[in-house]
C-alpha cells in the first residue's frame, strides 16, 4: 500500500498528475484544489491512497491525511465510487463534510455532481458516526466514574465542588495505582488524608456513604 508520495512534479494535467519518484512516473488523480498546487519542476508530497479493483491499480493524492481519511470513509458508503468520493472534496472542505454528515444535512452532499437526492439521503444515512466533526471528536472523555461519588462525599463535607475537585485531582496525581483500583473510599480517604482530615469522625461517616466500588 502505498500511503504517500514525494518528488518532482512532471505534470500536472486536469484531473491528475505525474509525480516523478526516483525515475518512477507515479501518476495520480487528484481534486483540482490539489492539482492547483502542484508546479512542475517542483518537489511536492501528497498522502494517497491506492484503490485496487480487479482491471486497474489507481493512486489518488491528498494535501492532508485528514482528506484522505474523508475519502475512505466516502468511498466505503455503496454507490460512492473513488471519482465520485473525489468530487465531494472538490466541492467541501473535510470538516464540512464532517458536520453534513454528522448533522444528517442531506442537502450538503446534494450540491455535489453526481449526487441526487436519494444518493445525498443513502450517503447522510451511511456515515452516521463514521465521520464527526473534528472538535467533537477533540471533546474529553467523561471522568471515571467513581469520581462523581467522590466528589458527592467531598461536598457533603463542606468543601465547595471546586476545591474538591482540585483536592480530588491532586491526590490520585500523586497516587494513579490508587485511582486505577476505583475503590471509592479508598480515594475519598487518600484525598482526607492529603488536606490533613483522614482519621476525623466526618471522614468516618462520608466514607460510610459511599458504596464501594464494583
Keep these: 500500500m ?8 512532471a505534470e500536472v494535467n486536469l484531473n491528475s498528475a505525474v509525480i516523478d ?3 518512477f512516473g507515479m501518476l495520480v488523480q487528484a481534486t483540482p484544489q490539489t ?13 494517497t491512497s ?3 479493483r480487479e482491471d486497474s491499480m489507481t493512486l489518488y493524492g491528498f494535501e492532508t491525511a485528514e482528506q484522505r ?3 475512505e470513509t466516502l468511498i466505503g458508503v455503496s454507490g460512492v465510487g473513488p471519482r465520485l468520493g473525489l468530487a465531494v472534496l472538490a466541492v467541501h472542505e473535510p470538516e464540512t463534510i464532517r458536520a453534513a454528515a454528522s448533522d444528517g444535512d442531506d442537502k450538503a452532499f446534494s450540491k455535489v455532481p453526481g449526487i441526487g437526492p436519494k444518493g445525498a439521503r443513502r450517503i447522510v444515512l451511511e456515515l452516521a458516526g463514521k465521520l464527526v466533526p473534528l472538535e467533537d471528536k ?4 467523561a471522568g471515571p466514574s467513581w469520581k462523581p461519588q467522590v466528589l458527592d462525599a467531598m461536598t457533603s ?20 495505582e490508587v485511582a486505577a483500583r ?7 480517604r487518600l484525598t482526607l488524608r492529603m488536606l490533613g482530615q483522614d482519621g476525623s469522625k466526618s471522614s468516618r461517616a462520608a466514607a460510610t456513604k459511599v458504596p464501594a466500588s464494583r
Design 2 to 9: 502505498i500511503s504517500s508520495l514525494q518528488g518532482t512534479v
Design 21 to 23: 519518484v526516483n525515475g
Design 35 to 47: 492539482l492547483s498546487g502542484l508546479h512542475t519542476g517542483r518537489e511536492a508530497r501528497l498522502c
Design 50 to 52: 491506492m484503490v485496487v
Design 69 to 71: 481519511e474523508v475519502f
Design 138 to 141: 477533540n471533546q474529553p472523555t
Design 157 to 176: 463535607l463542606g468543601w465547595s465542588e471546586k476545591d474538591a475537585t482540585s483536592a480530588i485531582e491532586q491526590a490520585t496525581k500523586d497516587a494513579p
Design 182 to 188: 476505583g475503590d471509592v473510599g479508598e480515594i475519598l
